[in-house]
């Protein structure tokens, strides 16, 4: 990488030497599905905002789903997805609420629960259980909802490794909070803001769930400097490039919980000089022909080695008659970019813009006249 600041983020984005970014898995009906959620701000997103591991998502949703539905598609739907190398994998369930709202008997529904949690743990996941919601939809819903979900605050240490009791807070748990606006989009689904609730239940239930990374340190050294102390793992770290212009070596040291080192070292480009950019020539052209802009961009070594180019053609009165994108070229070489000339007849100016990989603006605009006949 390039930069033109010496402060820079530095980590592994959650794939370490000892593992690889958490994953989730979400499994469950519409509501698991995001419906009544405005500008897609569902559950997974609202979630993942309030986390601070980086994981892959996965949904296995259907509306109306039974639970025997998810015990006999979870192998296709859910365990493809495990992943052994993982920081965490997890499969956060909300089951029950369509075989409830079809009359189903709690305690077989519970049941249901039951073996499919046993399977995902039998796959290798973590489980995190939700509770359920209340509903309007028929009579009796919310008296087997209180049912079940009493059975699962109860019980869910004995076949579950977290609980997100999404339904105890009165503000969408409480029977008849789905007739409020503000959190439910239609008396069964949350809006927006309901899932924010739900999210904020259910994201530090996956914190705490017991990620590799918990057990992971890193010390941190540039290049013939000490090392850090040794400190909790981030998946990225504000880190203090040493001064002046050129190449740059970040080394991290890994120790996991069993005392095992990997040492890693990834090159930084420090490049604090703006580039220039050259017109090579006026260009003369007739209209209708292709016309071709010659130019150069001019940076000073240690530096970066290339630059996004643009060219802005403008008339005498200041006005942009148009602009060519010429995409990452080297530096310090010559190139052309070529277009057909559909401008008016008359004299332009056309400017060589440029941006060096570090993010270094150009300090001095190469121009030269467009005339077309």
């Known amino acids: 990488m390039a930069t033109n600041d010496r402060h820079v983020a530095v980590g592994d984005g959650g794939d370490s030497p000892f593992f690889?970014?958490?994953v989730l898995v979400w499994e469950g009906g519409s509501i698991i599905a995001g419906a009544g959620a405005t500008d897609g701000i569902e559950l997974t997103a609202q979630t993942f905002a309030l986390m601070d591991h980086t994981c892959r998502s996965f949904k296995s949703t259907s509306s109306s789903r039974t639970v025997t539905d998810m015990i006999a598609e979870a192998p296709l739907c859910v365990d493809v997805h495990g992943d052994p190398d993982a920081d965490a994998a997890v499969c956060i369930v909300m089951a029950g609420g369509g075989d409830?709202?079809?009359?189903?008997?709690?305690?077989?529904v519970y049941d249901g629960l039951l073996t499919y949690c046993a399977a995902r743990r039998a796959a290798g996941f973590k489980v995190v259980v939700l509770t359920l919601l209340p509903r309007s939809d028929r009579e009796g819903f919310n008296a087997a909802r209180a049912t079940y979900n009493a059975a699962i605050r109860e019980h869910w240490a004995g076949f579950a490794d977290g609980l997100?009791?999404?339904?105890a807070d009165p503000r969408?748990?409480?029977?008849?909070?789905?007739?409020?606006?503000l959190y439910y989009a239609d008396g069964t689904h949350p809006t927006t803001a309901g899932y924010g609730v739900m999210a904020a239940a259910v994201a530090p239930v996956l914190e705490s769930i017991g990620w590799h990374s918990d057990a992971c340190r890193v010390r941190l050294a540039n290049a013939r400097a000490p090392w850090t102390a040794?400190?909790?793992?981030?998946?990225?770290?504000?880190?203090?490039?040493?001064?002046?212009?050129g190449p740059k070596c970040v080394t991290a040291r890994y120790r996991d919980g069993a005392g095992h080192v990997v040492t890693v070292s990834d090159d930084v480009m420090l490049d604090t000089t703006p580039p220039a950019t050259r017109a090579a020539a006026d260009v003369v052209v007739?209209?209708?022909?292709?016309?071709?802009?010659?130019?150069?961009?001019?940076?000073?070594?240690?530096?970066?080695?290339?630059?996004t180019v643009t060219i802005v053609i403008k008339r005498s009165?200041?006005?942009?008659?148009?602009?060519l994108a010429c995409g990452t070229r080297t530096v310090n070489a010559r190139h052309s970019v070529k277009f057909r000339c559909a401008l008016a007849k008359g004299t332009y100016r056309f400017f060589v813009k440029a941006t060096d990989a570090a993010g270094n603006r150009q300090s001095r605009v190469g121009s030269a006249l467009l005339t077309v006949r």
């Open 164 to 167: 997100a009791d999404v339904a």
């Open 172 to 181: 969408i748990g409480a029977d008849g909070a789905n007739l409020d606006a």
């Open 20 to 22: 690889a970014r958490g």
């Open 100 to 108: 409830l709202g079809a009359g189903g008997d709690p305690q077989t």
């Open 230 to 245: 040794w400190h909790g793992y981030a998946e990225s770290v504000s880190w203090l490039l040493p001064k002046g212009d």
């Open 286 to 307: 007739r209209r209708h022909a292709t016309a071709t802009l010659s130019y150069s961009v001019i940076d000073a070594r240690p530096g970066s080695r290339t630059a």
């Open 317 to 323: 009165s200041g006005t942009t008659a148009l602009t």
